[in-house]
């Protein structure tokens, strides 16, 4: 009963066209004032102790990183590069766009900054090589999806904050999905380009290769400082957060020099803008979670779905059209944050690994950004290729099918999630 008032006065809030961290605030207020003997006090302790995290201190700086990538060059430079080893095939410069923002995934962190970043440079890059607008379209909005995927991850931040899950074990278990779901996106857009017979590039010579190498090889660095910084212990994903904004601003300002230095104190505003309302939504959502506990609705879920002699599979099943629905109306960190606390309990009690868990909602996070109505790389693709959503829709289909497909692949094959991550010897 009380969690049918719960989700009932949320999802009336949100109806209203109220942002998620306030509807999530004020149903959590009108429930504990209400319904509930719970003594303010605690609240406002769990209020402080919820984002008393050191993992949380990783998302400003991810987000300062990506900023500093997306208008310092790095983007330009990447395609360049991708253009250079693939533009040959069917569908070149589409493949490009594909491996650019596999690419620029590694080092951002975010799906929109992906996206903007790739997409304004590529998109008219391919209409001017005779690309129809829909199929350039349709290649950026869900290859850039895959900044929340492939590491370091914003959202997988944010599932561990909800789980206490390791970081670095979720960022090394999303190498492997990351790049099959790259490989399966580039599968789609080359058989498409193949069957329209769309434009091919001149093969680039070893020696324009290397140069495009060499002049992306300070962007690509990243990768290696991140990855191979949290790999080696040298430091944790929160230090290599910070690593990745010093060496962005380093790259961006005094290497390619694309970005002046009194240009900074704009993109640290913006950053520090973003950082504000993720982490009022983090704030509210840790006191979500907090009501749920209290209410012992996710033990209540667990037992009844034990109960009736639910397993493994169907419950999957269940959370794959639980996560998808709720991504026609919300961003990925508001369902992150508010799922993960009700749903994680349920898969521990069913013997599902939570780092598996972790790759199965960030996938189905990336195929939520990607369909209305609230696609959040839709709203950004339609902004950069002035289409309008139903149009982008339609262009988005094909790619979006071979995502889902991939989301079946992902859900029932922990090996493909867990298989790297064992290797170094990050979980057991």
């Known amino acids: 009963m009380n969690a049918a008032i719960i989700f009932g006065l949320l999802l009336a809030l949100m109806l209203t066209g109220m942002p998620i961290s306030i509807s999530l605030g004020l149903t959590v207020l009108s429930f504990l004032f209400t319904m509930t003997q719970v003594p303010l006090e605690s609240v406002a302790l769990k209020l402080f102790t919820g984002i008393e995290k050191f993992e949380i ?50 080092v951002s962190g975010s799906s929109p900054a992906t996206v903007v970043a790739i997409g304004s440079i590529l998109l008219p890059a391919m209409v001017r090589a005779g690309f129809p607008n829909k199929f350039g379209a349709g290649i950026v909005t869900t290859a850039g999806a895959l900044g929340i995927l492939i590491p370091p991850s914003i959202v997988m931040v944010m599932y561990s904050v909800a789980t206490n899950t390791s970081v670095g074990a979720l960022f090394m278990a999303g190498v492997v999905p990351g790049l099959a779901l790259a490989a399966t996106l580039g599968g789609v857009t080359w058989y498409r380009a193949r069957k329209f017979n769309y434009p091919r590039q001149p093969k680039a010579s070893v020696a324009e290769r290397m140069k495009a190498f060499k002049e ?140 598996h868990f972790g790759i199965i909602m960030v996938v ?65």
């Open 57 to 106: 201190m990783a998302i400003p700086f991810f987000i300062l990183a990506g900023n500093f990538l997306t208008h310092g060059g790095v983007a330009k430079r990447m395609i360049n590069f991708a253009t250079s080893m693939v533009g040959h095939w069917y569908g070149g410069l589409g493949l490009a766009g594909v491996l650019a923002c596999a690419l620029f995934a590694a």
């Open 216 to 355: 992306s090889v300070w962007g690509l660095l990243l990768i290696v400082v991140v990855m191979g910084g949290i790999y080696t212990g040298m430091f944790t994903p929160t230090e290599a957060a910070a690593m990745s904004a010093m060496y962005a601003f380093f790259v961006a300002v005094f290497v390619y020099r694309d970005m002046p230095l009194k240009d900074v104190p704009k993109v640290l505003l913006n950053s520090a803008n973003m950082s504000a309302m993720l982490l009022y939504i983090i704030t509210n959502a840790v006191l979500f979670s907090f009501i749920m506990t209290n209410e012992n609705i996710p033990q209540a879920l667990a037992e009844w779905m034990l109960g009736n002699g639910l397993g493994m599979i169907a419950f999957l099943l269940a959370v794959n059209v639980l996560l998808l629905l709720a991504g026609n109306f919300m961003e990925p960190s508001s369902i992150v944050l508010i799922f993960a606390p009700i749903l994680f309990p349920v898969a521990m009690k069913l013997g599902i690994d939570p780092v």
């Open 364 to 428: 189905n996070m990336e195929v939520g950004m990607c369909h209305p109505p609230v696609g959040l790389n839709l709203y950004v693709a339609s902004g950069i290729t002035k289409m309008g959503i139903t149009e982008l829709t339609v262009a988005v289909w094909p790619w979006l099918l071979s995502m889902l497909v991939f989301l079946g692949l992902v859900t029932y094959w922990p090996g493909l999630s867990l298989w790297f991550p064992r290797m170094l010897g990050m979980i057991s």
